[in-house]
């Protein structure tokens, strides 16, 4: 560590990465600023884009609401062109919620800081991207073991590249 105690290296890390968090605020606000969406339906989005929903109700387990609650906010994002209705494989009588190409590109937009990020690296040496990469892999090991451990999530360390423009690869 060269002279530098653990306590001054973690300060020193937390001033980064407010500073980094600071620099790429601007653009990591972007997306959302001129968003046409509330932020129940921009999950809603998010969970259908994503996979992790393509029906109702399992929207409606998800944001823990009822399901005439998704109801209304999936026809209005249907009507916005943010969500479509396809026919279920096994049964033509059930529908599942697919993105659109507007949702599609939505997403795009919000997650496009990682391209950013990409440039960054670029300007980086070698070694610098090396130790970075050590490091990032350092810190995700460190949240992994206390996420499987049990610990309270918001208890967890934040890799370096959350929060600060810089992707960790995940």
Do not use: W
């Not at 996979?51 to 609650?69: H, N, Y």
């Amino acid at each position: 560590m060269g002279g530098t105690t653990r306590q001054e290296l973690v300060e020193q890390y937390r001033t980064d990465r407010r500073a980094m968090s600071e620099l790429f605020m601007p653009r990591l606000m972007s997306p959302f600023l001129d968003l046409e969406l509330t932020l129940h339906q921009l999950k809603v989005v998010l969970l259908v884009a994503s996979g992790r929903a393509a029906s109702g109700k399992a929207l409606a387990q998800a944001l823990e609401i009822t399901p005439a609650s998704v109801s209304t906010t999936v026809e209005r994002l249907v009507a916005l062109d943010y969500l479509a209705r396809a026919d279920a494989t096994a049964d033509r009588r059930v529908k599942r919620l697919v993105p659109t190409p507007r949702a599609v590109r939505l997403c795009d937009r919000i997650t496009d800081h990682q391209n950013a990020s990409d440039d960054l690296l670029e300007a980086l040496s070698d070694d610098e991207l090396a130790a970075l990469a050590r490091g990032v892999a350092a810190v995700r090991r460190a949240a992994e073991a206390r996420a499987g451990s049990g610990q309270a999530r918001d208890q967890s360390p934040e890799p370096a590249g959350e929060g600060s423009g810089i992707s960790s690869g995940r």
